[in-house]
């Protein structure tokens, strides 16, 4: 799966991450995140067990309209950070509230 295919993601720079989900066993930590041949091509691989905690940090996020932003804890070496942000849905949608 491609994140930048996602109706709902936003991408700052030409990006391309791809999750590869493992069957290791969870760490408590949000995965690896490595850096592909090209550049601004990466692989974010992840247990399925943290995935699932990743996904109720982002449901929790997306349900609390008071706290923007979520940093991930991803695995020492990983050559990025994640980081999710919040943003104004209407924005987004393109709903005018006039």
Known sequence: MKFAELPFMQVE?????????????????????RQMDREGQFEWSISED????VALLLHRLASNPGHEYDRLSVEDGSAVGIQFRMTDVAQWLGVRND
Do not use: K
């Not at 720079?13 to 995140?33: F, H, N």
């Not at 943290?50 to 905690?53: A, F, K, N, V």
């Open 13 to 33: 720079v030409p990006l391309s991450v791809c999750l590869r989900l493992t069957d290791a066993e969870g760490t408590g930590r949000a995965g690896m995140v």
């Open 50 to 53: 943290d995935l699932e905690r």
